[in-house]
């Protein structure tokens, strides 16, 4: 079964895998894709912080660094 992670800024990504931290998070894990590109996801089941009011939201995906989910051998300048 192919896993497709859903990173901060709503973009999918497949063919990747968790990262293993030095400290665990408790609202965000890191994948990496196959190419070693690194992304940010909001877990599922993030706990909420006394200074919280609501769950995290993803952001939008235009709103996403430039040449963010490219690769970067490919990447354009």
């Not at 968790?18 to 890191?30: D, L, S």
């Not at 590109?37 to 599922?44: A, P």
């Amino acid at each position: 079964m192919l896993l497709v992670y859903k990173d901060v800024f709503g973009i999918d990504h497949n063919d990747c895998h968790i990262v293993q931290t030095r400290h665990e998070f408790n609202r965000i894990f890191i994948i990496e894709n196959e190419v070693g590109s690194r992304f940010t996801c909001i877990k599922d089941d993030a706990p909420l912080e006394k200074k919280m009011s609501g769950h995290w939201k993803y952001a939008k995906a235009s709103d996403a660094p430039k040449n963010y989910a490219v690769p970067y051998k490919a990447q354009k300048n």
